[in-house]
């Protein structure tokens, strides 16, 4: 085993340690059958190879295939199909294995697996890997494959990575006609199935494989024929009348126990009222107190996440809840009582969302929708019902609370809720226990399910009984990286360069077309990089055509390549050829001036006496709707059994209703209550007046403000962050680097996006933000997006009188300014470059200008300016100059020198 090519897949994938322990045991098998790759072993070579690998892995029993195929079980939320990209990539890089097959169970996974295959994709399962860099994948679908085969002689190079539903080769022959895939294909000579079943180095990788053991599944896998079958589920064994068969061919199991410990899911939690008698009451009155209960956690959970997010300046995750109906007719009823007038004031109508098999047409469609989005913040749904549990392929993290109101043994109850929920919003457990907890209203449930969970055969402590995983749907979006024009121009393929979107904009004629002249310009570029540090020697780029500056970095371009790429070996003396290195530099060089702005990488610190405080500010409530409690909810942890309580014990009577805040302010060490007494009752005295906006009365308003008092006073500290503000006698610059490279953004658009012409007139002006445009001539990337068409016309406007432009991203400039979330980062709307000046511009609506914030970036933008310029001076650079533009002045009759005389 080279253990070096799997820790530095291990390392580029970042994979976690079951993975990595997966990719371990996947090299060891290999190294103990050396002909474990071999196309067409008989059966004496398989019995070897079972018996060689025995030995080593505890539970391999048999391969249960016609060919060598191993199971890795890895329970939900770890991460089983970025397992599946370090196979193929190790596979490939080390052993050269180049064709691979990755069947899904149903559609639903099978768009998921298209979604993570494909490049420049939110969850692509190849990032890092060099290699797929500059050529990915090619993934063949089971849609396209016809369209791709006559391709197939010019991919020899390549990877192949074929995607298919389980159903598009296991399908029976129906009226006389086999399935697509094994019908004569007139490009390749034979069907593309059994153009498959003939590659030499076929490896097949079986997604949720605990769905192919049927016989048709299992008879169409071995007419494959491939050299090894790698298999992954959460549910090693097959469902029989008996019970559960285990798999005998599982070389890792990794179960939901082990995941729990090691911190790779949401904890659950079982959650009932204190002294709860289920039996005292009707069963619509105990589904009333579920569901008012449910609602309860899920808004101390809502502004859990709510101050979690803005106190550690991570994504805002909006949770919902999950109820769990009966039939339809349950799910129905449900709708109409949770969005009346009688549940919490009909606060959540229009908020709930009903899916089952009972919608069609429009509605379907509708409801698919909602569903789909239910992880966007800006979406309303904040309780979804449902008769069954959600589709495998459903993939969410931010399920925080599940209401099952219909019958069920605590087994079920336990294992289909978990299924839905485990997975954790951030990729990791944060340390705050409502964050990473799943809560299971089950008042009528609670001991049984407690007593199950302490069973020794419980999922939760089970070694072997692993539950299934949820799998996303996609979301018909996709992300592309655009890279600087200056890459385009040069010849050198860009990371995204495989998208359509980019390969649009690909320059014409490139500088430089040869391999060897196209490394010795990624060397050249790697040189440039060098310099950014070294600010003495370059001040500037400009230094870098200096002749002793240009001698070093072909020097170094010699010595990075390799002696066949110096010099080029023809059949006879004549055909030979020597790389001209300096000419290559030159010209690389001459095109960096072109395509770039200097932007200095300044940083200021201050000096002297520092003062801090809070400034006043509208309480952000638009997440606070907390219930009053009439009685204490207990949630206890199935795996640790550890309790914790949402108490209706009500504490002293406090005089003013914002005491029952500010008492709890003052606690924090950052607040001191003489300095800040006045804007401390001002932000309660916010708090108070919303909670009088939903409750009923001032007793309801107190019991919230005394039982949640802990989780208001988290809420308002973190905003105040938000507003913090340090001021100093005085601020020095210190210019770290003469100039940076220009960062890569990453648009996320439709699938179906096409580039727009800069020059086109948009009707909609709402959808700009949705569009991707091009073909600009003076721009220093081949695609923008713009947030306004306001910034659309300055964009016409740069592109006729700017020598160059470019919106910049988050890091190019890394300013920040004091009003905002501890250190925000200010990122301007423009870079434009003059013959007279470098030019930082922010357009902004007039209604705007005066507001808090605008005005605190564009002092940081001008004084940022003004260091730039200072640094110019000695560096023989352009000055630098701030705008603040606003939105109604941008027309196409202006010129940019007017804009210049507006500040």
């Known amino acids: ?115 993570d295959f494909t490049p420049n994709t939110p969850k692509y399962v190849f990032k890092g890997v060099a290699e797929f860099v500059t050529a990915p994948p090619v993934v063949i679908t089971g849609d396209n494959y016809e369209e791709q085969a006559p391709q197939l002689q010019d991919l020899w190079s390549g990877v192949r990575i074929n995607i298919f539903n389980i159903a598009k080769i296991s399908s029976e022959v129906r009226g ?19 153009y498959l079943a003939a590659l030499p180095d076929l490896v097949l990788l079986m997604d949720e494989s605990h769905r192919y053991r049927a016989t048709a599944g299992l008879r169409a896998i071995n007419e494959l024929q491939p050299v090894l079958g790698l298999e992954l589920t959460a549910t090693p064994f097959v469902e029989t009348t008996k019970g559960p068969v285990p798999f005998k061919n599982v070389v890792v199991d990794y ?168 997975r954790l919003p951030y990729g990791k457990r944060t340390g705050v226990e409502a964050v990473d907890r799943l809560n299971i209203i089950a008042h009528d449930r609670f001991q049984e399910i407690i007593d199950d969970a302490n069973r020794s055969d419980s999922p939760i402590r089970l070694k072997t009984l692993i539950l299934d995983a949820p799998d996303s749907s996609g979301t018909g979006m996709q992300s592309v990286t655009v890279t600087p024009s200056l890459l385009g121009d040069l010849g050198v393929n860009s990371p995204d360069a495989s998208n359509p979107l980019m390969r649009s904009m690909a320059p014409a004629a490139p500088l430089f077309t040869s391999e060897r002249e196209q490394a010795a310009v990624m060397a050249v570029m790697e040189a440039v990089a060098q310099y950014e540090t070294r600010r003495d020697e370059a001040p500037t780029r400009q230094a870098l055509l200096r002749p002793d500056i240009q001698a070093a970095i072909a020097q170094a371009v010699q010595e990075r390549l390799p002696p066949e790429q110096l010099d080029l070996v023809g059949d006879d003396t004549a055909a030979s050829t020597t790389l001209d290195v300096a000419d290559v530099v030159q010209r690389t060089l001459e095109a960096v001036l072109r395509k770039t702005i200097d932007i200095p990488r300044i940083v200021v610190v201050p000096q002297g006496e520092v003062s801090s405080g809070f400034r006043p500010f509208k309480v952000d409530v638009s997440g606070l709707h907390l219930q009053p409690k009439d009685r204490s909810l207990v949630l206890q942890n199935l795996r640790t059994n550890q309790q914790s309580t949402l108490s209706a014990q009500q504490g002293p009577r406090e005089r003013r209703l914002e005491d029952y805040i500010v008492h709890k302010l003052i606690d924090f060490d950052d607040i001191d209550y003489n300095t800040h007494a006045e804007l401390l009752y001002d932000l309660a005295g916010q708090v108070v007046e919303h909670l009088r906006s939903y409750l009923r009365d001032e007793d309801e308003v107190r019991n919230v403000l005394d039982l949640d008092r802990q989780l208001i006073a988290d809420n308002l500290h973190a905003q105040m962050a938000v507003h913090h503000y340090d001021a100093a006698q005085s601020y020095v610059a ?14 996320t658009v439709g699938s179906g996006e096409v580039v727009r012409n800069y020059r086109d ?18 721009c220093l990337y081949p695609l923008q997006k713009f947030d306004s068409g306001t910034e659309l016309r300055f964009a016409k406007i740069l592109e006729r009188d700017a020598e160059k432009w470019f919106k910049p991203v988050k890091g190019q400039f890394q300013i920040y300014y004091r009003d905002g979330a501890k250190h925000p980062e200010y990122i301007p709307d423009f870079v434009v470059e003059t013959e007279a000046a470098v030019l930082m511009v ?23 300016c003004r260091h730039a310029s200072d640094h110019a001076k000695t560096a023989g650079g352009k000055p630098w100059k701030y705008l603040l533009v606003p939105h109604d002045v941008v027309t196409e009759d202006k010129r940019l020198v007017d804009f210049q005389t507006l500040t």
């Open 1 to 115: 085993m080279s253990q070096r090519e799997v820790n530095a897949i291990v390392g580029r994938l970042s994979l976690r340690p079951p993975q990595a322990n997966s990719l371990e045991k996947l090299a060891r098998a290999i190294e103990a059958s050396p002909d474990l790759l071999k196309h067409g072993r008989d059966a004496s070579e398989m019995a070897a190879a079972l018996a060689a690998m025995k030995g080593m892995f505890p539970t391999l029993q048999d391969f249960e295939r016609d060919f060598p195929s191993l199971c890795f079980a890895l329970a939900t939320g770890v991460g089983k199909t970025r397992l599946m990209g370090a196979f193929i990539a190790y596979l490939h890089q080390t052993y050269g294995v180049r064709n691979f097959f990755v069947l899904a169970p149903n559609l639903t996974i099978y768009d998921k697996l298209i979604g």
């Open 842 to 864: 922010e357009t902004k609506a007039r209604n705007e200008l005066e507001a808090t914030d605008v005005k605190a970036k564009a002092e940081a933008g001008a004084t940022w």
């Open 176 to 194: 006389g006609k086999a399935p697509r895939i094994k019908r004569l294909s007139e490009y390749i000579g034979q069907s593309y199935f059994d």
């Open 734 to 747: 210190d210019v770290r680097r003469g100039f940076t490279a220009l960062k890569a953004p990453t648009f």
């Open 255 to 422: 179960p939901l126990a082990r995941a729990m410990e090691d911190g790779f899911v949401k904890e659950p939690a079982v959650v009932t009222q204190r002294n709860f008698d289920a039996r005292a009451m009707p069963p619509e009155e105990v589904e009333r107190v579920k569901l008012q209960d449910g609602v309860r956690v899920h808004e101390t959970t809502k502004v859990e996440l709510k101050t979690y997010s803005r106190s550690q300046e991570v994504k805002e995750v909006k949770p919902f809840m999950l109820v769990i109906a009966r039939d339809t007719t349950h799910a129905s009823s449900l709708l109409a009582y949770l969005q009346g007038d009688g549940f919490f004031s009909g606060r959540y109508r229009g908020k709930v969302i009903q899916v089952d098999s009972s919608k069609s047409g429009a509605e379907e469609e509708e409801m698919v929708r909602k569903l789909l989005a239910v992880e966007s913040v800006d979406e309303p749904t904040e309780i979804v019902i449902h008769v069954n549990m959600l589709k495998e392929g459903w993939d969410v993290t931010n399920l925080y609370t599940i209401v099952p109101l219909r019958a069920a043994n605590a087994r079920t109850l336990v294992e289909q809720s978990i299924g839905r929920g485990l």
């Open 761 to 778: 007139t948009v009707d909609d002006s709402s959808r700009i933000k949705q569009m991707v445009f091009g073909h600009f001539s003076k």
